[in-house]
């Protein structure tokens, strides 16, 4: 019992990590990272409810003899099975985003603003809390209704609830099934018409943010589906009976369910800190701060580690004219006539926003990069850009 509780602890830490990483990400946000870390938000809640909920309905009693009065644990449960539903309909969310933005990518940035995307997110929060709270107070003489809180067989024993329950968490998990399915249909369909390199590689990015939703979808259903079915099966007006068991068969049961929820928490952490580029940096640069030696060191420390990269990895392929009389042409050494056939020897002063250089110093973007090379031509004709300036 101390390791569940134990277990759900460290994967509320390790997912508020996630959470506490929200200031370091780069400005603008987008409307999938903001609705993942509001996800690993919930996760968080969740992880945290089920710790205080398993300490109290059984660790407390069976340990120290301590009971805990029923309105503290409906209470607990509320918010448990709210944020249970706050992660269905952030998935919801983040499923119907991903469409919108594969069907309609013009009209996405209108529809998707910032203010909009906050009042997704506050409904998100506050009707699946609020519809927890009230349904537990909205059947007579139970739940919140009843004296002290001590009659809830609607809950505990009732099938109708648990059928709804059911339906609520399986509707749109297979919802979402359909939606990526369809998403990735028409990615395919699209890769098929684009010919230019950049085109492909935003094809890319997005098909990569998709497969880490939908892993994020997969481990909701191989962590929530195995609960959702022991559930609507177990209970004394159930298909199964709690007495056909023993009470270790019982225990066993639910020490596994717990584990897997606790599991399927710390596996969204990493998706998160793996796949997600901005998430991942965040957290290095959080990293890099909290650890680092006085601040600016362990930005600078984490900015030596996360930016240099190899000129493999982040290539980015340009054309660029330079005349004879370009500033960025800082010297050159020619035969005695620039227009005669021979080799000349160019080096190039280059500005720009990035380096990712596979080097052990970190370039700044004011920095330059010096290019050099040796151009041999047969004839150099003059152009209009070599001719003196005319008024």
């Known amino acids: 019992m101390l390791i569940v509780i134990a277990l759900c602890l460290a994967s509320g830490l390790v997912s508020s990590a996630v959470v506490c990483a929200t200031p370091w990400v780069k400005r603008p946000v ?21 710790a205080v909920a398993t300490t109290v309905n059984s660790y407390l009693p069976s340990v120290y003899n301590v009971h805990v009065g029923m309105c503290v644990k409906l209470t607990v449960e509320a918010i448990r099975m709210g944020s249970i539903l706050v992660q269905i309909s952030h998935l919801l969310v983040v499923a119907l985003n991903h469409y919108m933005g594969t069907l309609r990518p013009l009209h996405y940035a209108a529809t998707m603003t910032p203010s909009t995307l906050r009042i997704i997110l506050v409904v998100l929060w506050v009707v699946p809390m609020t519809g927890m709270f009230l349904v537990f107070a909205s059947v007579p003489d139970q739940g919140f209704l009843s004296p002290r809180c001590n009659r809830n067989d609607f809950y505990i024993n009732g099938i109708t609830f648990r059928i709804v329950w059911t339906v609520i968490f399986f509707g749109p998990t297979l919802f979402i099934s359909v939606v990526y399915c369809h998403i990735f249909h028409l990615l395919k369909h699209r890769a098929l018409t684009l010919v230019s390199a950049e085109q492909r590689n935003q094809l890319r990015r997005n098909i990569k943010t998709v497969r880490t939703t939908a892993l994020i979808v997969g481990t909701f259903l191989i962590g929530w589906g195995p609960a959702v079915i022991k559930f609507v099966l177990l209970c004394d007006h159930c298909p199964l009976k709690p007495s056909q068991f023993t009470f270790t068969s019982l225990f066993a049961m639910g020490a596994t369910v717990n584990i897997i929820y606790c599991l399927k928490v710390f596996t969204d952490t990493f998706i998160y800190a793996v796949q997600l580029r901005e998430v991942r940096k965040a957290l290095l640069q959080m990293w890099g701060r909290v650890w680092g030696r006085g601040g600016s060191d362990g930005e600078r420390k984490w900015r030596e580690q996360c930016t240099v990269r190899s000129m493999s990895r982040y290539s980015h392929t340009g054309s660029t004219r330079l005349s004879l009389h370009s500033p960025g042409l800082n010297s050159y050494s020619t035969p005695s006539s620039p227009w005669s056939s021979g080799k000349v ?26 290019l050099k090379t040796l151009v041999e031509e047969t004839q150099l004709d003059r152009t209009d850009d070599d001719l003196p300036d005319r008024l």
Do not use: M, Q, W
Not at 30 to 50: D, G, K, M, Y
Not at 345 to 364: F, M, Q, R, T
């Open 30 to 50: 987008s409307p999938t990272v903001r609705l993942s870390l509001s996800l690993a938000a919930a996760n968080t809640v969740f992880s945290i409810s089920l």
């Open 345 to 370: 020897e160019l080096e190039v002063s280059v500005y720009g926003n990035h380096h990712h250089i596979k080097d052990d110093h970190h370039y700044h973007k004011d920095d330059p990069l010096k």
